[in-house]
């Protein structure tokens, strides 16, 4: 069956702009993760969705960073007036219903900020 | 709070030797642990998952091994080859991943 897929690939924008990541998790995965990587280093956690509901939005970095997922399905990073620091690969994950289930990854969004 | 070490950042060993790569956490309250590997500028691929209670996971050339008392996961790759070449990640379960900064790896022809 289908992975998770998550769009665009590749985002350049400039500073102060907004940017919306996507990704569209297992079918029938009911949790749903975002992670950020720098580079050089492992990938951070962001925020974890358990159906449509943040579970725990704590690696959050500030409240430029928001994330939705309003029908438990598909969910949408949102970053406001992006900084060079917002600059990375982010990655999605999903799982099926429980938390300690194995997370399955999509091929990332590397957002570059100028 | 969980921590993950991996050690060394960066090992580069001719082809054909069998190596260690070594992950140490802090804390043993976890589901499971897993090893990734990743190419330059690209996602993540599933190596390795070792339950919490399982000691080892073995796929082709690598296997893993997991000691929760001391903290420590191993993954030994045997008989390298320049295609083992890539970054190698672990992270370990506690409902979300807590990640290693990886280890980079050059296999030389």
């Known amino acids: 069956g289908a992975g998770v897929s998550q769009t665009p690939s590749n985002k350049v924008t400039e500073k102060g702009k907004y940017v919306e990541l996507r990704c569209d998790p297992i079918s029938g995965h009911t949790a749903l993760y975002w992670y950020r990587q720098s580079l050089g280093q492992g990938p951070e956690f962001l925020i974890y969705?358990?159906?449509?509901?943040?579970?725990?939005d704590s690696g959050l970095p500030n409240d430029r960073f928001f994330a939705v997922r309003p029908e438990g399905s598909v969910s949408t990073l949102k970053i406001q007036r992006t900084e060079r620091g917002d600059s990375a690969v982010y990655l999605c994950a999903s799982s099926p219903a429980g938390s300690d289930n194995e997370q399955f990854f999509g091929p990332g969004t590397r957002l570059t900020v100028l | 709070k969980q921590e993950v070490t991996q050690i060394p950042a960066a090992l580069s060993v001719p082809e054909g030797e069998n190596l260690v790569l070594n992950c140490s956490f802090t804390?043993?309250?976890?589901?499971?642990l897993q090893w990734f590997r990743q190419d330059p500028g690209k996602g993540l691929t599933s190596l390795l998952l070792?339950?919490?209670s399982q000691r080892e996971q073995t796929s082709g050339r690598l296997n893993a091994s997991l000691d929760k008392s001391s903290g420590r996961s191993t993954l030994y790759i045997a008989a390298s080859q320049p295609g083992d070449s890539a970054t190698y990640l672990c992270a370990v379960l506690i409902y979300q991943l807590i990640w290693g900064a990886g280890t980079k790896l050059i296999i030389k022809p």
């Open positions: 804390d043993s309250a976890i589901y499971n």
């Open positions: 070792i339950q919490s």
């Open positions: 969705f358990q159906g449509t509901g943040a579970a725990d």
